[in-house]
């Protein structure tokens, strides 16, 4: 048992000692430990056993050392016999050295400046690489600063965006990468600040160019309304032919930005002219530049605002009269043409821009527009005494209306309009008339016509329906029964119609109710105008018993002329007087009403003429007896109404019970003196008697 632990013992330290020869030194120390943590005493078993293993190795060593020894020897006498060939060899090694050296200084120098003109070309490679990011930064930031200088700010804006998004973010690690993007902001305000003075230099421009603007359009409408009337009246005709603009490839109308134009209509002076359009009289670019710079910096909303309100002071500006507008046509002109250049304009922007005013807009503004130019209208045209000035202001009003209801406007209200200023045409129509009448018939001297010749008497005719186959049966000379007054009051009704009728055209109007309007006016002249004048005429002082007669032959044969008045209104109008509602002309009724104040004042005048012979007659209350003769003054008395009663001769016969009374009036004064005559008679035969 104690021989088997022994030989455990000694089969242990003998693995210990091959562990610590193969293992390395740092590992030892466990190992070891297993020495002291086995049997008592085992340490020194193994330092026994160790120290027979040293003595084992030093004796292998001894004989090693003894087996190379000579070798040894030799070697180091083949060392010392080397060593003066080393001492030479050492001396070629240095001299080659420092010829090497010396030769080589200048390649180490060449070799230095290749090595720094490498990182010069490695810097510079650097450097142009980074160039090559910056130059685009730059390059676009100079493109910026031209599109600037030549106000160039959508594509200022759209390049400012291009430098945000995509050149900045590149290097952006650069300070004037920095600077650049703190200034494109402050750009930005500068762009919107510049923008929106160039807006409002804009609408201070459009404000003044308004009426040019209106002109044209309102110049174009009228040819157009021109050229659409005469081809109307070619087709009407039957003598319509194929146009030549066709042939020349021109057309007469066409719409250019919302602009009518016509190519072909005019004066001839004007056929080559060229035609202009809103565009042409106006640059809009500012407003589209300042829309599209809005947009981009997303405030649009404010330039629409802003764009609208001043548009709206601009309206109630355009649509305030001048104070002396109604003296003169030209302020009328002017004023239309700046209300339709106003509403052009918008109409313009509203189909060239997208939202910046909408049709809601324009329809308030002409709302708002449309009640103002009423209530001016209202209040000018009543200042109007000149007939000619309102029938321009009509003439105004309806090129206005149709220029703008080509816009899309509605007109209604105008036309509506027209209506009231028909009125009030038609008074300073009547006035006018009046004067012309007053002239008339101070002008005229009471006398029938004289006529000397065919080709007088045909004059005559031409100007007045007379038919009379007693007198055209008679040679000439010869007279006809009226008077000068006749056929130029004939003449100057039928200008009055004339003059009415201008009026009426182009009211879109039926031709029954024209026929209507000038049939009501015509009654106005005759029996207000007409009618007046003749009432003031036969009341003048000095208007005589010859005057009243011959005035109550001329109303006789103007009553007759009616109905020619009417064959003449229904000659322009085409409607037929049978039509249920056509107006009558009510002058029968004036001319016997002016008739029968010419009888009345005939019988005044008569029965005051014979009470003046009487009472200055000079009688002799003393004569002794009749000398058979009748005084002077009974004479007289008789002359006068013996004159007078040749003139009744030259009424005409009338036939009604109102003339046959209105003819006893006349011999009433005559009874009247018969019986004053035989009284005195009478008188003297008794005083003879007694």
Same mark, same amino acid.
């Given at each position: 048992?104690?021989?088997?632990?022994?030989?455990?013992?000694?089969?242990?330290?003998?693995?210990?000692?091959?562990?610590?020869?193969?293992?390395?030194?740092?590992?030892? =120390?466990? /190992?070891?430990?297993?020495?002291?943590?086995?049997?008592? @005493?085992?340490?020194?078993?193994?330092?026994?056993?160790?120290?027979?293993? %040293?003595?084992?190795?030093?004796?292998? %060593?001894?004989?090693?050392?003894?087996?190379?020894?000579?070798?040894?020897?030799?070697?180091?006498?083949?060392?010392?016999?080397?060593?003066?060939?080393?001492?030479?060899?050492?001396?070629?090694?240095?001299?080659?050295?420092?010829?090497?050296?010396?030769? =080589?200084?200048?390649? &180490?120098?060449?070799?230095?400046?290749?090595?720094?003109?490498?990182?010069?070309?490695?810097?510079?490679?650097?450097?142009?690489? +980074?160039?090559?990011?910056?130059?685009?930064?730059?390059?676009?930031?100079?493109?910026?600063?031209?599109?600037?200088?030549?106000?160039?700010?959508?594509?200022?804006?759209?390049?400012?965006?291009?430098?945000? #998004?995509?050149?900045?973010?590149?290097?952006?690690?650069?300070?004037?990468?920095?600077?650049?993007?703190? @200034?494109?902001?402050?750009?930005?305000?500068?762009? #919107?600040?510049?923008?929106?003075?160039?807006?409002?230099?804009?609408?201070?421009?459009?404000?003044?160019?308004?009426?040019?603007?209106?002109?044209?359009?309102?110049?174009?409408?009228?040819?157009?309304?021109? $050229?659409?009337?005469?081809?109307?009246?070619?087709?009407?005709?039957?003598?319509?032919?194929?146009?030549?603009?066709?042939?020349? =490839?021109?057309?007469?109308?066409?719409?250019?930005?919302?602009?009518?134009?016509?190519?072909?209509?005019?004066?001839?002076?004007?056929?080559?002219?060229?035609?202009?359009?809103?565009?042409?009289?106006?640059?809009?670019?500012?407003?589209?530049?300042?829309?599209?710079?809005?947009?981009?910096?997303?405030?649009?909303?404010?330039?629409?605002?802003?764009?609208?309100?001043?548009? +709206? #002071?601009?309206?109630?500006?355009?649509?305030?009269?001048?104070?002396?507008?109604?003296?003169?046509?030209?302020?009328?002109?002017?004023?239309?043409?700046?209300?339709?250049?106003?509403?052009?304009?918008?109409?313009?922007?509203?189909? *060239?821009?997208?939202?910046?005013? /909408?049709?809601?807009?324009?329809?308030?503004?002409?709302?708002?527009?449309?009640? !103002?130019?009423?209530?001016?209208?209202? /209040?000018?045209?009543?200042?109007?005494?000149?007939?000619?000035?309102?029938?321009?202001? !009509?003439?105004?009003?309806?090129?206005?209306?149709?220029?703008?209801?080509?816009? =899309?406007?509605?007109?209604?209200?105008?036309?509506?309009?027209?209506?009231?200023?028909?009125?009030?045409? @038609?008074?300073?129509?009547? !006035?006018?008339? *009046?004067?012309?009448?007053?002239?008339? $018939?101070?002008?005229?001297?009471?006398?029938?016509?004289?006529?000397?010749?065919?080709?007088?008497?045909?004059?005559?005719?031409?100007? $007045?329906?007379?038919?009379?186959?007693?007198?055209?049966?008679?040679?000439?000379? #010869?007279?006809?029964?009226?008077?000068?007054?006749?056929?130029?009051?004939?003449?100057?009704?039928?200008?009055?119609?004339?003059?009415?009728?201008?009026?009426?055209?182009?009211?879109?109007?039926?031709?029954?109710?024209?026929?209507?309007?000038?049939? +009501?006016?015509?009654?106005?002249?005759?029996?207000? /105008?007409?009618?007046?004048?003749?009432?003031?005429?036969?009341?003048?002082?000095?208007?005589?018993? &010859?005057?009243?007669?011959?005035?109550?032959?001329?109303?006789?044969?103007?009553?007759?002329?009616?109905?020619?008045?009417?064959? $003449?209104?229904?000659?322009?109008?085409?409607?037929?007087?049978?039509?249920?509602? &056509? &107006?009558?002309?009510?002058?029968?009724?004036?001319?016997?009403? *002016?008739?029968?104040?010419?009888?009345?004042?005939?019988?005044?005048?008569?029965?005051?003429?014979?009470?003046?012979?009487?009472?200055?007659?000079?009688?002799?209350?003393?004569?002794?007896?009749?000398?058979?003769?009748?005084?002077?003054?009974?004479?007289?008395?008789?002359?006068?109404?013996?004159?007078?009663?040749?003139?009744?001769?030259?009424?005409?016969?009338?036939?009604?019970?109102?003339?046959?009374?209105?003819?006893?009036?006349?011999?009433?004064?005559?009874?009247?003196?018969?019986?004053?005559?035989?009284?005195?008679?009478?008188?003297?035969?008794?005083?003879?008697?007694?």
């Amino acid at each position: 048992m104690a021989d088997n632990e022994t030989l455990e013992c000694v089969t242990e330290h003998e693995r210990i000692l091959q562990e610590i020869e193969n293992t390395d030194t740092a590992c030892v =120390g466990p /190992t070891l430990r297993s020495i002291y943590d086995d049997q008592p @005493n085992a340490h020194r078993r193994f330092m026994e056993k160790l120290d027979s293993r %040293i003595r084992n190795h030093d004796r292998e %060593i001894e004989k090693m050392c003894n087996f190379h020894h000579q070798g040894f020897v030799d070697a180091i006498t083949e060392l010392l016999k080397v060593r003066a060939d080393a001492e030479k060899l050492m001396g070629q090694v240095t001299d080659t050295n420092r010829r090497l050296q010396d030769a =080589g200084r200048e390649v &180490t120098a060449q070799t230095e400046e290749v090595i720094r003109c490498r990182i010069q070309q490695r810097n510079m490679a650097t450097t142009v690489e +980074k160039l090559q990011l910056c130059i685009p930064v730059l390059e676009m930031y100079s493109k910026l600063k031209e599109q600037l200088d030549s106000k160039r700010y959508y594509a200022a804006l759209k390049t400012m965006e291009q430098l945000e #998004k995509v050149y900045i973010p590149r290097v952006s690690q650069y300070r004037f990468c920095q600077i650049m993007a703190e @200034n494109l902001p402050r750009l930005r305000e500068e762009i #919107k600040e510049i923008s929106m003075s160039d807006l409002k230099d804009f609408l201070e421009s459009i404000r003044k160019h308004s009426d040019k603007v209106g002109e044209t359009a309102m110049r174009q409408a009228q040819q157009h309304r021109t $050229f659409n009337s005469a081809v109307a009246k070619q087709v009407h005709t039957g003598h319509y032919s194929k146009p030549v603009y066709s042939l020349s =490839g021109r057309t007469h109308m066409h719409i250019s930005n919302g602009l009518l134009t016509d190519d072909d209509t005019g004066d001839e002076d004007e056929a080559d002219e060229e035609v202009l359009t809103a565009q042409d009289l106006v640059d809009f670019s500012p407003v589209y530049r300042c829309l599209h710079i809005y947009t981009v910096l997303g405030d649009r909303e404010t330039f629409e605002n802003y764009y609208r309100k001043q548009r +709206k #002071k601009q309206a109630r500006l355009v649509l305030q009269p001048q104070a002396n507008m109604h003296e003169t046509v030209e302020g009328y002109r002017k004023y239309f043409n700046q209300i339709v250049g106003f509403f052009v304009v918008e109409d313009h922007i509203l189909h *060239a821009t997208r939202g910046l005013v /909408t049709r809601a807009f324009t329809d308030e503004l002409w709302n708002m527009a449309l009640s !103002k130019i009423i209530a001016v209208l209202r /209040t000018h045209s009543s200042y109007c005494d000149d007939p000619d000035l309102v029938l321009e202001l !009509k003439n105004l009003i309806v090129i206005c209306a149709d220029t703008l209801q080509g816009y =899309g406007f509605p007109v209604n209200r105008l036309f509506d309009l027209l209506f009231e200023v028909r009125d009030q045409y @038609n008074e300073t129509l009547l !006035k006018k008339w *009046a004067v012309v009448f007053r002239e008339i $018939f101070e002008s005229d001297n009471y006398s029938p016509i004289p006529v000397e010749t065919e080709e007088e008497y045909k004059l005559v005719t031409s100007r $007045f329906p007379f038919h009379d186959p007693e007198i055209e049966k008679q040679d000439f000379p #010869k007279k006809l029964p009226m008077s000068q007054s006749v056929p130029q009051i004939y003449t100057q009704v039928k200008e009055f119609i004339y003059a009415s009728l201008k009026f009426s055209e182009s009211l879109h109007r039926s031709s029954t109710e024209i026929d209507d309007m000038l049939r +009501k006016s015509t009654n106005l002249l005759l029996t207000r /105008t007409l009618s007046s004048c003749l009432q003031n005429l036969i009341k003048k002082p000095h208007i005589g018993l &010859t005057e009243l007669v011959q005035i109550i032959i001329n109303t006789t044969h103007l009553e007759q002329a009616c109905k020619y008045l009417e064959e $003449f209104i229904t000659n322009i109008t085409n409607v037929s007087p049978e039509t249920v509602h &056509t &107006t009558r002309l009510y002058g029968l009724s004036t001319f016997k009403d *002016a008739r029968h104040a010419a009888e009345g004042e005939i019988y005044t005048k008569l029965n005051q003429k014979i009470d003046e012979f009487i009472q200055l007659a000079d009688y002799e209350w003393s004569m002794a007896e009749s000398d058979g003769r009748a005084s002077g003054y009974l004479m007289d008395l008789i002359n006068f109404l013996r004159s007078t009663f040749q003139v009744f001769t030259h009424l005409p016969n009338n036939n009604n019970d109102h003339a046959s009374m209105s003819k006893l009036h006349y011999f009433r004064p005559v009874v009247s003196l018969a019986l004053l005559v035989f009284l005195t008679d009478d008188i003297h035969g008794r005083q003879k008697h007694l």
